[in-house]
């Protein structure tokens, strides 16, 4: 594993009008390319998660498993905004000399899709054997596939859509909300609105599980319980986990750049934008997936040429996609090895 940073040193102009100076992408590769290139993965992760997939995916990646460093050459990218290492609000602003805070730049899904064609350029990287991402992750990779159709020869988009959902938008404005409730927030402080965030994650938590999970995990082990229910502590400890890893600045922005997902934006409509991705596709769905529900696979699968689509058995909604490892891995394999769709599997039980 290789850890490395690469900086654009030209002005990179966003979707917005704005110019970005100096972008800096964290990345970490597993592997070594071969001369045909036709070992490379591409690794997209989620909002939090770093470039670092072993840390938050350690079943899918290593010897034996379905990504495999002894004979893939495997890369992710910290996705700009994030505070692992790309570009984020508390690097220094050129034009004030300092940190950018509240004043960071909106990057957009496409912006940070862009992005990743500089790495791409820069490593020489001509083609791409599978592209793969959860959630937000496979916002990003949708996008560059849309983008670069000859680029990639599989993709598959995980837990994920085509549009951010006006569900979806609801519950990333809320937590925004959440942040700015927060009285530190408009400070200039690197740990301004953290208790915001604490609370932010915790709106996000039931987005990302359902009440299966939350009833399978959280439930009472005495019947005489009247306060203090594991529930509630559940939801501060995960938000106290979070804020002590990330900040609510690096949150903010990035809830943002979700909610820019459309992949219609500017080319006559997202059914138009979907038929122009020539990869062979496999869109991973999650049974009880509450922000981005079945449906939403559904629509991918109807909509790219040839795109198959495979359910899930998860009883964790959205966070199916990271515990699934078993499920994910075999329904991969079975994709890049060519068998049927009857094989794959397409119907709502994932058999």
Same mark, same amino acid.
């Given at each position: 594993?290789?850890?490395?940073?690469?900086?654009?040193?030209?002005?990179? %102009?966003?979707?917005?009008?704005? %110019?970005?100076?100096?972008?800096?992408?964290?990345?970490?590769?597993?592997?070594?390319?071969?001369?045909?290139?036709?070992?490379?993965?591409?690794?997209?992760?989620?909002?939090?998660?770093?470039?670092?997939?072993?840390?938050?995916?350690?079943?899918?990646?290593?010897?034996?498993?379905?990504?495999?460093?002894?004979?893939?050459?495997?890369?992710?990218?910290?996705?700009?905004?994030?505070?692992?290492?790309?570009? *984020?609000?508390?690097? %220094?602003?050129?034009?004030?000399?300092?940190?950018?805070?509240?004043?960071?730049?909106?990057?957009?899904?496409?912006?940070?899709?862009?992005?990743?064609?500089?790495?791409?350029?820069?490593?020489?990287?001509?083609?791409?054997?599978?592209?793969?991402?959860?959630?937000?992750?496979?916002?990003?990779?949708?996008?560059?596939?849309?983008?670069?159709?000859?680029?990639?020869?599989?993709?598959?988009?995980?837990?994920?859509?085509?549009?951010?959902?006006?569900?979806?938008?609801?519950?990333?404005?809320?937590?925004?909300?959440?942040?700015?409730?927060?009285?530190?927030?408009?400070?200039?402080?690197?740990?301004?609105?953290?208790?915001?965030?604490?609370?932010?994650?915790?709106?996000?938590?039931?987005?990302?599980?359902?009440?299966?999970?939350?009833?399978?995990?959280?439930?009472?082990?005495?019947?005489?319980?009247?306060?203090a229910f594991?529930?509630?502590?559940?939801?501060?400890?995960?938000?106290?986990?979070? *804020?002590?890893?990330?900040?609510?600045?690096?949150?903010?922005?990035? *809830?943002?750049?979700?909610?820019?997902?459309?992949?219609?934006?500017?080319?006559?409509?997202?059914?138009?934008?979907?038929?122009?991705?020539?990869?062979?596709?496999?869109?991973?769905?999650?049974?009880?997936?509450?922000?981005?529900?079945?449906?939403?696979?559904?629509?991918?699968?109807?909509?790219?040429?040839?795109?198959?689509?495979?359910?899930?058995?998860?009883?964790?909604?959205?966070?199916?996609?990271?515990l699934e490892?078993?499920?994910?891995?075999?329904?991969?394999?079975?994709?890049?090895?060519?068998?049927?769709?009857?094989?794959?599997?397409?119907?709502?039980?994932?058999n």
């Open positions: 594993m290789q850890q490395k940073t690469f900086t654009y040193p030209a002005p990179f %102009v966003l979707e917005s009008g704005a %110019v970005f100076h100096n972008l800096r992408l964290a990345y970490t590769t597993y592997g070594a390319i071969r001369k045909d290139q036709t070992n490379v993965i591409w690794i997209f992760h989620a909002l939090t998660a770093n470039s670092n997939p072993h840390e938050w995916w350690p079943e899918m990646i290593g010897a034996g498993k379905v990504f495999d460093p002894e004979k893939d050459f495997i890369i992710c990218v910290n996705m700009p905004g994030s505070c692992y290492g790309s570009s *984020s609000p508390l690097d %220094v602003n050129p034009a004030s000399g300092e940190p950018y805070y509240h004043d960071f730049p909106f990057f957009t899904i496409r912006d940070m899709a862009r992005a990743y064609q500089l790495l791409q350029q820069k490593l020489g990287i001509k083609k791409i054997k599978i592209g793969i991402g959860g959630s937000t992750g496979g916002q990003q990779l949708l996008e560059w596939a849309v983008q670069d159709p000859d680029l990639f020869d599989y993709i598959i988009p995980l837990a994920t859509n085509a549009v951010h959902s006006p569900w979806g938008k609801a519950f990333n404005a809320s937590q925004r909300f959440a942040i700015e409730a927060d009285q530190t927030w408009h400070t200039k402080n690197p740990d301004a609105g953290r208790k915001g965030l604490e609370v932010a994650r915790g709106i996000a938590l039931l987005s990302y599980r359902n009440a299966t999970a939350y009833n399978k995990t959280q439930s009472e082990t005495s019947e005489e319980q009247l306060e594991r529930s509630e502590s559940y939801q501060r400890y995960q938000g106290s986990k979070l *804020s002590a890893r990330f900040n609510a600045f690096s949150y903010y922005a990035l *809830s943002k750049s979700m909610d820019s997902h459309n992949l219609g934006r500017g080319r006559g409509g997202v059914i138009k934008a979907l038929g122009r991705i020539r990869a062979k596709t496999l869109a991973l769905a999650l049974e009880g997936d509450l922000l981005f529900p079945p449906e939403e696979q559904e629509f991918l699968a109807e909509h790219i040429p040839g795109a198959i689509e495979k359910y899930i058995r998860s009883d964790y909604g959205h966070d199916g996609f990271l490892f078993e499920q994910i891995s075999e329904a991969i394999k079975k994709f890049i090895t060519r068998l049927s769709p009857a094989a794959i599997g397409q119907e709502k039980t994932g």
